[in-house]
């Protein structure tokens, strides 16, 4: 079964991951404008961001890079393609969109070459989606599920160890699987030096079949500071990330909206 973008589905992933915290004002960061550290940054607090200041015409494109062991497995035996959207990727790097990528470890350890040439690029923020998409709540669409403080932290630094060995950096940012957590768990991320991302925009590229309709609700709901959730890995779950991103980016512009990077945003 192919679970690792099923998580994230459309109507109803946004309300899930309510953490039950209050959402802060990004201003009450204390990170520095640099965001990517090649030391292990030190514990932040633990908030989650949901959305970034509404005062500036900034909105942040997040592109997750899902992997399952079992769709690791699938992709090695060719019954799913490689999971990288190549195509949307080139059309992001060749018109300087900005964006920002949540890797897991298993999407980075299988296509490490991808990793470099993200954080190569100065228009993409790269962070982290867990090591292997496990879910960290018991009800998250189905998914398995890891617990433990110890289980969930390893969750966290595994992937980012990775990143740091292919990028020199480690990322500053993470996104549970399915957007589920408690409280807790976002104490756990934040212990690691990273800050916890979600998202503000309720619909997403997974299993959409009308780029459309997809395009038109997302540039719809787009205001200032929004953060929206798609996927870098194309089909099967995904397979019109790069249609929708084509009509909306258009449509941002036109509000007065710019993609910018989550560095660039949060910094
Ligand atoms: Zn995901």
């Not at 300087?96 to 954080?119: I, R």
């Not at 950096?169 to 990273?194: A, M």
Request: glycine share 6%; aromatic share 6%; proline share 7%.
């Amino acid at each position: 079964m192919v679970v690792g973008l099923a998580v994230v589905m459309g109507v109803g992933a946004c309300s899930a991951s309510t953490s039950g915290q209050p959402s802060s004002s990004p201003t009450e960061s204390s990170q520095s404008a640099s965001v990517s550290a090649d030391v292990r940054p030190g514990p932040v607090p633990a908030r989650v961001v949901r959305h970034g200041p509404r005062d500036r015409n900034e909105v942040a494109l997040t592109f997750d890079a899902d992997m399952t062991a079992s769709a690791l497995e699938q992709v090695r035996n060719d019954k799913i393609p490689r999971q990288v959207n190549v195509p949307l990727l080139n059309y992001l790097r060749e018109t300087k969109t900005a964006s920002t990528v949540f890797v897991t470890g298993l999407w980075a350890k299988e296509y490490p070459g991808e990793v470099k040439k993200l954080a190569a690029d100065p228009t993409v923020t790269v962070a982290n989606h867990s090591w292997d998409h496990l879910a960290w709540t018991n009800d998250c669409y189905g998914l398995p599920a890891v617990s433990g403080e110890k289980a969930k932290t390893a969750q966290v630094r595994k992937t980012s160890d990775l990143l740091h060995e292919l990028t020199g950096k480690y990322p500053q940012f993470f996104r549970f699987p399915g957007l589920c957590h408690n409280p807790k768990d976002v104490e756990i991320v934040s212990n690691q030096g990273e800050t916890v991302v979600d998202w503000d925009v309720n619909v997403s590229d997974a299993f959409a079949t009308n780029p459309d309709l997809v395009s038109a609700s997302l540039a719809k709901q787009a205001q200032p500071g929004s953060i929206f959730v798609f996927h870098a890995n194309g089909a099967p779950n995904a397979p019109e990330t790069l249609a929708i991103i084509k009509k909306l980016v258009p449509a941002l512009k036109a509000k007065g909206l710019k993609p910018v990077t989550l560095d660039q945003m949060l910094g």
